[in-house]
């Protein structure tokens, strides 16, 4: 995110609440909890591997739980798109013990950890126990493959807190100190991501403010009609990257002023004005891209001097013989993250069709393969990537940058992949940068029916 270092958002939640709630709060109020996090790899150089963050929580407790609404703010090491960086959570007292540690649920906070290796969600614990004001020397219970024992009374940055020790078979996963209202004042855990990369996550309490009732309707309300609008464009599942759709965008026009008005004078006004410098961006790229299709549709593809790397054979000739579907995307054996350019789904459309005739070719698009010293190693990834996932259609290499003749999505902020449609002729006829809504019957619908009407035509 980038527009608060974590000692800058602690000022600005602080400046906030005083506003908002007065200095003479009510002590039955709702609490204003920020921590300051970081995540540290045990391998490496510390100053290279760290990344930052700041965990702000507003704690509205009622008689039998609450309801725990969080923003988290992130510095260095990549960062989740801002519709992942709020949430609501909800605890329940009275049915026991419960740590909210969810590793891959919006109700969560998660921060997004890269490299060069890789890019990978990790989730971090929600402060508040279910039942935590109950906890005491005898206290244990097991969540999943983790056990939680107290371990002992200790004091923590000057409140009185109970130990509690969190392990598994493989060792101790987290520990951290519960005050007597039930929330965590201190955590540390190992996290393993990647291919067994180790880090050591924490989490401090810096700071407490009290709201009074009018910012504790303002902070509910403002959270209320985020999470909404967050299901109402069907941003549910977590993305390390969202590129919105033309009825996303629409939506999300229509929605921003109110956003941007609601979360005055809360923690979510910083998530707001990362909402508007969002659209700013999703509208240009989506434009550019709206243009980069007009033009591209209609093209004829010819010699685009395509270097086959993986498959049986290949020609330039091939792509003006029926219908044929062209892959871009960089077919990089790492970082490996899921949908992998949705080439599965790919592969079974290729297995579907493949004896009507239709041609799939997964073109390898690498800014690496402008160097001739370079392509030695760019093959062998794409066939490394290819083994991997057991693709069945054959792999070239854009040696040529052709992709820059049939509009290459890049140049507008997109990102690949681009899939582009031939018909018989080698004209294009379908042009789509991003990825494709997925049918859990029909694999890429969309591109399916493409597929399917081309066929039908050519059979009449």
């Known amino acids: 995110m980038g527009l608060f270092s974590s000692s800058k958002l602690i000022r600005y939640l602080v400046l906030v609440v005083l506003i908002a709630g007065g200095f003479h709060a009510q002590l039955m109020g709702a609490e204003l909890l920020t921590y300051s996090g970081q995540m540290i790899g045990e391998k490496g150089d510390p100053v290279a591997t760290t990344k930052r963050f700041t965990l702000a ?3 509205d407790a009622s008689d039998n739980g609450g309801a725990l609404h969080w923003i988290i703010v992130e510095d260095g090491r990549g960062s989740v798109p801002w519709p992942h960086s709020y949430g609501t959570s909800q605890w329940l007292d009275g049915n026991g013990l419960n740590v909210q540690a969810a590793t891959a ?27 935590g004001q109950e906890l005491n020397q005898e206290s244990i219970w097991k969540q999943g493959p983790v056990t939680y024992r107290v371990t002992e009374r200790q004091t923590v940055n000057g409140q009185e807190a109970w130990r509690v020790l969190g392990f598994t078979n493989f060792g101790v996963k987290r520990t951290f100190w519960v005050n007597d209202q039930g929330y965590i004042v201190r955590l540390r855990e190992n996290v393993t991501i990647g291919r067994g990369d180790r880090f050591d996550l924490e989490y401090d309490l810096k700071n407490v403010q009290i709201l009074e009732d009018e910012a504790r309707l303002k902070v509910a309300t403002a959270f209320d009609v985020f999470n909404k609008f967050r299901t109402k464009v069907d941003i549910d599942r977590l993305e390390k990257e969202i590129v919105w759709d033309d009825e996303q965008i629409e939506t999300f026009r229509g929605d921003i002023d109110r956003l941007v008005s609601v979360a005055d004078a809360t923690p979510l006004s910083a998530v707001a004005r990362l909402a508007q410098a969002d659209l700013k961006t999703q509208k240009g790229r989506s434009g550019g891209v709206a243009t980069l299709m007009t033009r591209a549709i209609g093209k004829v593809v010819e010699a685009p001097g395509f270097e086959l790397y993986r498959g049986d054979s290949y020609s330039d000739e091939s792509l003006a013989e029926g219908v044929t579907v062209l892959h871009f995307w960089e077919y990089r054996s790492s970082p490996l993250e899921q949908p992998y350019g949705q ?14 005739g239709v041609q799939v070719v997964g073109v390898v698009s690498n800014p690496l393969l402008e160097d001739p010293a370079e392509r030695s190693r760019v093959r062998v990834n794409a066939r490394k990537f290819a083994l991997f996932m057991n693709l069945s259609f054959p792999i070239v290499a854009d040696v040529k940058g052709y992709i820059g003749k049939i509009g290459d999505p890049r140049g507008a902020g997109a990102k690949l992949p681009l899939f582009i449609v031939l018909d018989a002729k080698g004209r294009i006829v379908h042009y789509k940068a991003g990825y494709y809504e997925v049918d859990r019957d029909l694999g890429l619908k969309s591109l399916d029916r493409v597929v399917k009407e081309l066929l039908d035509a050519n059979s009449e």
């Open 57 to 59: 929580a507003v704690r």
């Open 105 to 131: 649920s919006r109700n969560n906070p998660q921060v997004l950890y890269i490299n060069d290796e890789l890019k990978a969600f990790v989730a971090v614990t929600l402060p508040q126990l279910a039942d």
């Open 343 to 356: 080439v599965g789904y790919l592969d079974f459309l290729y297995r579907k069709y493949k004896e009507q």
